[in-house]
């Protein structure tokens, strides 16, 4: 079993990145990705603990698109902290983050929501600064029950408190990752938004600017949505990847390794992202 999708503290889960790890190797996971949003800096301190436990530690990120009507989030896998095209272009999607996040919290004092960015920051402990910090503050404040109560009616895109942030192109975040020696996923593909029969062209057009593969086996899927996603990634040529997209308690029915129980990544997909890599 592995699991390349999760988040940890660096971005907007709720785990520090050695955590994610211990939690992988509780769950039996042979390797884990650790993918938090536009940053790698979570890295270092998953591979010690990965080393320590006998686990494959995957360095990656996950990355925003400019998409609609849905959203569209590239995994990108084998990418290490350092130099390179993507490495340097991350420092300015932080930045852009970052004033997003500012832009996010003004805008919910606009709508006379009790929230400071001060306890936002508290929150997230400092950096990587995510909208799921800005939900647990409205759990806590009363205005919502839930985390996914304040997505639903506060910051999902669409919603009253959503504010875009400056985004890739799909093709140049695509041409990102490839330059840097990287292997680039689509996340969570439903979340595009597409019309039934829209995914396939759409994922032909990616794979031939270089998209690698698709995440068919994702933790909050029903079965039957996986294997026909995994068929369609057959048919395209693309690596049907999964990963139960842990995010601690911002996400509490997904866990490292088993999504909400019934996931089960196959351990040849990573095998099959580095052959990817290599060609």
Known sequence: MIDLHTHSTVSDGSDPPAQIVALAAAAD?????????????????????????????????????????????????FLEPGLGPLQEHLTTLQGQRDERNHRLVARLQELGLPITFEEVEAEAGGAGIGRPHV?????????????????????AKGKPGYVRKATLEPGEAIDLALASGAVPVLAHPHSLGLEPGGLGPTLRELSERGLAGVECHYGAYQPEERAGLTALAGRLGLVATGGSDYHGRYKPDLSVGTGRGDLEVPDAVIDSLRERRAA
């Not at 884990?32 to 890295?43: K, Q």
């Not at 494959?56 to 996950?62: H, K, Q, R, S, Y």
């Open 29 to 77: 996971c042979r390797a884990v990705a650790l993918t938090d949003h536009d940053r790698l800096d979570g890295v270092p301190e998953a591979r010690a603990e990965a080393a320590r436990r006998g686990l494959e530690l995957v360095a990656g990120c996950e990355l925003s698109c400019v998409w609609g009507p849905g959203t569209f989030h590239l995994l990108v896998y």
């Open 135 to 155: 939900a647990a503050v409205l759990v806590r404040k009363g205005v919502v029950a839930s985390v996914a109560e304040a997505f639903d009616r506060w910051l």
